[in-house]
């Protein structure tokens, strides 16, 4: 789904733009004059009639609708047509700036551990970044293109929501007690990453032909991360003390380095060898060889991350749309 987007019209003669429903905030010495657009929340306008342009900014689903749980193609089309009633101006014809597309994915886990346990594949040289008031609830990588965003979408419904818009949301089928985690892409440059450097009007967004390319560039973005390795959990709770809970941390911190279990296996080896023979006998050594070497031998790598959100993504992105 659509949900913030950044777009500029060049005017024609015949464009008059009606400024009755907007709020001025401010003027500039550059002819530019910024207008606030009230809806369900603000977007903002800016028009320069010396250049004769026209840009919009901000979220289409939350001015909408309040909310950016859902929001089809169909709902997208009706705000713009919304928009282009209220200014008296054909916004379709705009050229894109920016934009964001994106998916909301239910989850077994909290959407945190998912987001914590992502990170950039070194080829892709994306920049990570997230902030400490987030409590590892979202975090984002960047490049000069785009901004890629994972984050718990549930959270910003029970922190961000009132009483009212809750009820609203629930009828877009949101439950307060399942967990949901939001997958986006904020195209800072879409011309260059969608369009091989070509221009995108607003109108592009909305055929089934773009449709499916942003669906594609969706899952192909996620590809471009790498979900935290992690081995499979034993079932019974024997096999689950603390020592074996410390080791499995170890080793899915190790595999996560590139080790193998048997490599770390060894490093487990070397750090007994290295152990005074004052403190610990040979025969003490091999003792505790015997039990690491049963300990790590009960561990099993996951043949796929308990992270990976290839399949949801695909499920989800890919399912008949309205």
């Known amino acids: 789904m659509i949900d913030y987007i950044a777009i500029t019209k060049h005017l024609e003669d015949k464009d008059m733009i009606n400024t009755v429903h907007l709020q001025i905030v401010a003027s500039y010495i550059s002819g530019w004059y910024k207008y606030f657009l009230e809806g369900c929340t603000q977007l903002e306008i800016w028009i320069n009639p010396t250049l004769s342009l026209i840009k919009l900014k901000g979220s289409i689903s939350y001015f909408f609708q309040g909310h950016n749980f859902t929001f089809s193609n169909k709902a997208f089309c009706e705000a713009i047509g919304i928009l282009n009633l209220m200014l008296k101006c054909n916004l379709w014809d705009a050229e894109v700036n920016a934009f964001e597309f994106g998916v909301i994915i239910e989850v077994k ?140 941390e170890l080793v899915e911190n190790k595999l996560n380095e590139g080790y193998t279990i048997q490599e770390i296996k060894k490093i487990l080896y070397t750090r007994i060898n290295n152990i005074s023979n004052q403190t610990l006998s040979e025969n003490d050594k091999k003792a505790r060889k015997r039990q690491v070497r049963v300990l790590i031998d009960n561990l099993t790598e996951s043949e796929k991350s308990t992270w990976d959100l290839s399949d949801s993504l695909s499920n989800k992105i890919f399912q008949k749309s309205e």
């Open 109 to 248: 886990h909290q959407p945190k551990m998912y987001i914590q346990n992502h990170r950039e594949k070194a080829k892709e040289k994306l920049i990570i970044n997230e902030k400490n008031r987030d409590k590892g609830s979202f975090r984002w990588f960047t490049d000069k293109n785009v901004i890629l965003k994972l984050y718990d979408a549930g959270k910003n419904i029970q922190y961000k929501q009132g009483i009212e818009m809750k009820e609203i949301i629930k009828e877009a089928e949101w439950n307060p007690k399942s967990k949901y985690l939001k997958w986006e892409i904020h195209y800072k440059r879409p011309h260059i990453v969608l369009n091989n450097g070509k221009e995108l009007k607003l109108a592009d967004l909305v055929t089934p032909k773009w449709n499916n390319i942003l669906k594609e560039d969706l899952f192909i973005q996620y590809q471009r991360l790498i979900p935290q390795k992690t081995l499979i959990l034993p079932t019974d709770k024997k096999h689950l003390t603390s020592a074996d809970i410390i080791l499995l």
